[in-house]
């Protein structure tokens, strides 16, 4: 058989994703002429995004895997049945269709985007016979008995394995969304205008997250002034963000006095992020990132509200400006899982300062 005659390397790839890209932008413009009908509102950017960054990680990984195998197949002549091609038979299409693709729509929190795997997995379900076809022709017998005993797209198919992955997706949505209840701002906190806002008063990307603490705010304060990895620490991970030092559990005296451009230090050693732009004691404190150019980069805000005479609402807002790419990763990318880093640690922050705030007597 000669070169001509065998399978593009490419395969139904180029369909399937001409296909998708033109269902995207289709989608995309409905989203931009019907904004409030199609945006997913029934779950928070905190539960989506921690779920859309598996679905990617899962799926670029399968992805990088899979064409390198495919490759060295191609170019030998051989019918790829080893690694994850002993898992299904298209792991390519299923990285993109299962994984990627889900991923991607999630994190535009569209209606519209979500149908986009939908419309991948029809165009691959019309046109995979040709591909089928080309192989069966090629490989015979042995592509006959590799077709009869790996599943095509998703794995595990045929068996209960699928009900016990939703079943523990379930239970990790529940978990998540009951995490994230601990530190969700009301649709009104994210609403109003905070202390710091006016720094980047158009940003690319805005969390809101807020607890109540069974403590007036005078009480919750000098937990706030003492900030920072070689001061008190952050009261989240130790092991990221200080050095591996615990977290002070007490009040420090030395670190309750601070002013404009006192440095919180984001991790052991940095001596320019965070820095204090603005605060009103027991009331607000803005921290920033600011470039060399002077431009705000990021803008952190701890402000405090009294609801009742014994207890604080601690809300907490980040904001990133445009070019924001920290360790030179694509804004594209940078933005949503520096959303979902931030929730991990914030939560652990804001429960942490609950903690030592309601533990003092």
């Known amino acids: 058989m000669n070169r001509k005659d065998r399978l593009s390397r490419w395969g139904i790839g180029p369909r399937i994703a001409l296909v998708t890209l033109a269902f995207a932008a289709l989608a995309g413009g409905v989203d931009d002429r019907w904004p409030e009908l199609s945006r997913v509102r029934f779950l928070p950017y905190e539960v989506i995004a921690p779920l859309a960054g598996a679905l990617l990680v899962i799926g670029v990984s399968m992805l990088v895997g899979a064409a390198r195998s495919a490759m060295k197949a191609y170019n030998r002549d051989q019918l790829a049945t080893s690694g994850i091609f002993a898992v299904v038979r298209h792991p390519i299409y299923s990285a993109w269709i299962v994984w990627i693709l889900p991923g991607l729509a999630l994190l535009s929190r569209s209606w519209p985007m979500l149908l986009t795997p939908l419309v991948a997995y029809a165009v691959f379900k019309l046109s995979i016979h040709r591909e089928d076809e080309c192989l069966l022709q090629r490989f015979g017998q042995a592509y006959l008995d590799y077709r009869g005993s790996v599943r095509e797209l998703i794995p595990f198919a045929h ?203």
């Open 159 to 361: 068996k209960k394995v699928p009900l016990l992955l939703v079943g523990i997706l379930v239970v990790l949505t529940a978990l998540v969304i009951y995490a994230t209840r601990q530190v969700r701002a009301t649709p009104d906190e994210k609403a109003t205008t905070l202390a710091g806002d006016e720094l980047i008063p158009q940003p690319i990307g805005a969390v809101n997250h807020a607890i109540t603490i069974h403590r007036p705010p005078r009480d919750v304060w000098p937990w706030l002034v003492q900030m920072g990895s070689g001061r008190a620490g952050w009261y989240a991970y130790d092991f990221i963000d200080n050095g591996g030092h615990r977290s002070a559990e007490r009040i420090l005296p030395a670190y309750q006095n601070i002013h404009v451009g006192s440095v919180f230090p984001a991790l052991p050693g940095v001596t320019d992020v965070f820095l204090v732009m603005q605060f009103e004691p027991e009331h607000s404190l803005v921290l920033s990132w600011r470039l060399p150019s002077g431009k705000y980069q990021t803008s952190w805000a701890f402000v405090l509200e009294q609801p009742q005479p014994d207890q604080t609402r601690l809300i907490v807002r980040g904001r990133v400006a445009p070019g924001y790419r920290p360790y030179g990763l694509p804004q594209w990318l940078a933005v949503p899982t520096g959303a979902m880093a931030h929730f991990i640690m914030q939560r652990k922050q804001l429960l942490g300062i609950a903690q030592r705030a309601e533990s003092r007597p």
